[in-house]
């Protein structure tokens, strides 16, 4: 399920540190979506990212994002991605993503463990934590296909903003992003593991792995980003839809409401594509809190 390479993405510095995308531009016309929500004196533009994104990619800058992002008083990401300390990454990724007594061969049904063992190191990964293995096996086809998280559109605007003395806001800490998956039931963490696995035991279909997402990114496809996407998690495993997105959506809206109230200001808030998606997306979540909400790209 392609969603779950999404997820990947979109925590990609947890799955780049567990180890150890994505297609050429879109047409002229095209351009990753960007939206304005305006109050009666203050604007917050938001920008859905991809958090790694192959080296063609890196064009995907326009002229408007560039005006905003020139206007705007502060700028928003989910959490410090091109500041991490990678020790203390790590130690997180200790402390919340690994299980010493029950080991993922106890977890999964036999025919899973047969598959994992087809597609990864079992011995190296089987201390993870259901959500662990799952996030670094979905980086793997990431990795392999040129996407790279310094490429990623948040660590760029990131080291952009930080090197204009640009005030940077972010809505977690790292620590917040792990006790995400940690506080997941169990029964959703095995389902997210074993989903990635039964994937990756797919044959390869046209060769294609992350490519179209990407392009489908950089298009401002969200027919494609979207409810395919999105609704796929939303039935098939309802815990992790509620921790990953609806919830910490709803959280952001109260945040930028805040905002808000507090102005006249112009923000940018840059956070994942999939968070900008359906009925629970931030679009959505500030529209129905009463506030006009257009797409402007």
Known sequence: MRIFRMIAAKVVLWGAILFGGL??????????????????????YLFGTLHALS???????????????ARAQALWFETDVAGADPLAVSNLVAHY???????????????????LRRTADLPRIDHLRPWAAALMLSMQPALAAGAQADAGADVAITRSARAASKPVKFFETLEDQARLFADLPEPAEVRYLTDV?????????GGAHLEPLEQAWLNGDLARLGPGLVGEMKVNNPALYQALLKRRNERWAETLERELAVGPKVE???????????????????????YTVERIQ
Do not use: F
């Not at 990619?57 to 992002?69: E, G, M």
């Not at 940018?268 to 009463?290: E, S, T």
């Open 268 to 290: 940018l808030v840059n956070v994942g594509a999939l968070h900008m998606v359906g009925d629970d997306g931030l679009p959505a979540l500030m529209k129905a809190r009463g």
């Open 197 to 205: 696995i039964r994937e990756r035991a797919r044959p390869p279909r």
């Open 55 to 69: 080296p063609a990619a890196a064009k995907w800058r326009t002229p408007l994002y560039n005006d905003i992002y």
């Open 97 to 115: 993503g690994v299980d010493p007594n029950r080991p993922l061969s106890q977890k999964l049904t036999a025919p899973d463990v047969a598959a």
């Open 23 to 44: 297609g050429a531009a879109g047409a002229a016309d095209a351009a990753p979506a960007l939206w304005r929500v305006s109050s009666a004196h203050s604007q917050i």
